[in-house]
Each structure stands twice: as structure tokens, then as C-alpha cells.
């Protein structure tokens, strides 16, 4: 006989000097931070110590845009939404949750809508801080 079953076990997490930073940054100025490479120019987000792309560490820290636009999204069915965000006109792409209004329904939504962040009015420096992105309303 196999049973199924899930055990929880409780840890802490060290999210490092770039990942505290950017959790900080939520928590206390509900701004989204990322890192621009010094050496080939790529945008990322969040905040990095060194770049996705060429591996440089030579970066320097920058606000992010708390609007985009809508890349690409999913609805988990009882989960939520997910969506691929792109921050500011040609900015990063930010994996994160999506919040749909009542008033607009998931076969509405296209490519390139605009979205905004929505942040917790209770932060506790945890990524939940930034709740997810709003789709803007009909
Ligand atoms: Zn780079």
C-alpha cells in the first residue's frame, strides 16, 4: 500500500544581500528594484548581484516601473492567475501573480494590456508584498 500524504517542515529562508534588498525595498517602499548590467546593458529583475546574461558584477541597482503590460498569463484553477508582466515600455519580464478584476473576464484579457502593481497594505518582507498586477479595467 502507498499512501499519499505531505509533511510541512519549518525553515528559514536567507534570501542574500541582492534578494533582502529587493524584499526590503517592498516592504518598506513598495518599489520594485532590478539591476542594469554596467558591461552589455541587459535589465534585470529582481535585483541580482551579478548579470543573468554575461555573468558580470558590475551592475547598478534601479527602481523599476510599477506599470506594464501584459506578456502572457495562465489561470491556475484555484490558485489564481499568473502572468509574464513586462515592467515599463521595454523593461524586464517579471513572473507573478495576476489580479483580474470582476468586471473583466480571463477570455478578455490580450497581449499588451496595461497592468499595474499592487502592493500589501501589511508587508512583511515577503515577495506577497508585491500581491500581484492589476489588469486594467474595461
Ligand atoms: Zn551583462
Known amino acids: 500500500m502507498i499512501r499519499e500524504e505531505k509533511i510541512q517542515i519549518p525553515f528559514n529562508f536567507a534570501a542574500g544581500t541582492s534578494g ?40 547598478a541597482e534601479m527602481e523599476l516601473p510599477a506599470k506594464g503590460r501584459l506578456i502572457s498569463w495562465t489561470d491556475c484553477p484555484g490558485r489564481g ?3 509574464l508582466i513586462q515592467l515599463g515600455d521595454k523593461g524586464p519580464i517579471l513572473l507573478h501573480r495576476l489580479i483580474i478584476p470582476p468586471s473583466v473576464m480571463l477570455s478578455e484579457l490580450n497581449p ?27
Do not use: Y
Open 20 to 59: 533582502s534588498r529587493f524584499l526590503t525595498a517592498l516592504r518598506d517602499s513598495q518599489v520594485i528594484l532590478g539591476a542594469k548590467c554596467n558591461v552589455c546593458t541587459h535589465v534585470t529583475v529582481p535585483l541580482k548581484s551579478f548579470c543573468p546574461s554575461c555573468c558580470s558584477d558590475d551592475l
Open 81 to 83: 492567475a499568473f502572468a
Open 112 to 138: 499588451g494590456m496595461p497592468v499595474t502593481a499592487h502592493f500589501s497594505d501589511s508587508p512583511k518582507g515577503h515577495i506577497s508584498d508585491l500581491q500581484g498586477f492589476v489588469i486594467s479595467e474595461k
